[in-house]
């Protein structure tokens, strides 16, 4: 079975502080994404990769950025985090490369509020 | 502009009674269809999909209808369990699109003992 760990639940971060999201997958797969959810709009793509030191932005990538150093690991990034990225987020991976019609497989998300 | 719509941000059903959720989408390149369950504080897990080339796709409980024309695909859950109650996203993705996935906002299905 798929595990998609994200190293926090919850978050508290003062605007202006540096945050650093975690995310590890143990089946070998090539893509992983990072997604915010908010109340009426879903799940939102941020950034996603698709092999090491590759990645894309998504649909809201501002105010955002990413790091994949090793194939099993995806790290986002708020460099200066602000109010408006309080969220839910959540990390996600699949199978081979443009694999569009292979499931994600969601970590548990990380609940982040920025005071 | 939404391109996967979820109309109903809620329903509750009695238990043991038909759950119809349903999502529409504007984009006709779509070609792939999930649903995923989502209970508080835990990711979203898939439950089912269908390709554009088969209408219906079932799995136990779970049936999902998928009409083209309407660009219109439903999720039937018979018989509804106490269980099933969780926020219920549809999403679509494209082959040109690699691996963009687009979700819906959600439905939040009660069910009701």
């Known amino acids: 079975d798929v595990k998609v760990t994200q190293s926090s639940r919850y978050l508290v971060k003062r605007t202006g502080e540096k945050v650093f999201l975690e995310c590890v997958q143990d089946?070998?797969?090539?893509?992983m994404f990072w997604y915010r959810q908010d109340p009426g709009l879903g799940l939102r793509l941020i950034y996603f990769?698709?092999?090491?030191?590759?990645?894309e932005k998504g649909d809201i990538p501002e105010g955002y950025s990413v790091s994949r150093e090793k194939k099993e690991r995806f790290s986002l990034i708020l460099e200066s985090a602000s109010t408006n990225q309080t969220s839910m987020y959540l990390c996600?991976?699949?199978?081979?490369?443009?694999?569009?019609?292979?499931?994600?497989?969601f970590g548990n998300g990380t609940r982040l509020t920025v005071t | 502009d939404q391109q996967v719509k979820q109309n109903s941000p809620s329903l509750s059903v009695q238990e043991g009674r038909i759950s119809i959720l349903n999502c529409d989408y504007t984009n006709s390149m779509f070609d792939y269809f999930l649903w995923y369950k989502k209970y508080p504080a835990e990711g979203p897990t898939f439950l089912i999909s269908i390709s554009s080339i088969k209408d219906k796709n079932e799995d136990g409980r779970f049936t999902v209808f998928l009409n083209k024309s309407a660009k219109h695909l439903s999720l039937h859950i018979v018989p509804s369990q106490p269980g099933d109650s969780a926020v219920y996203f549809c999403a679509a993705s494209a082959k040109n699109y690699g691996q963009n996935f687009v979700f819906g906002p959600g439905t939040r299905l009660s069910v009701l003992p």
């Open positions: 990769s698709y092999d090491v030191k590759m990645k």
């Open positions: 996600a991976s699949n199978g081979s490369p443009l694999s569009y019609n292979s499931p994600l497989h």
């Open positions: 089946m070998d797969h090539e893509n």
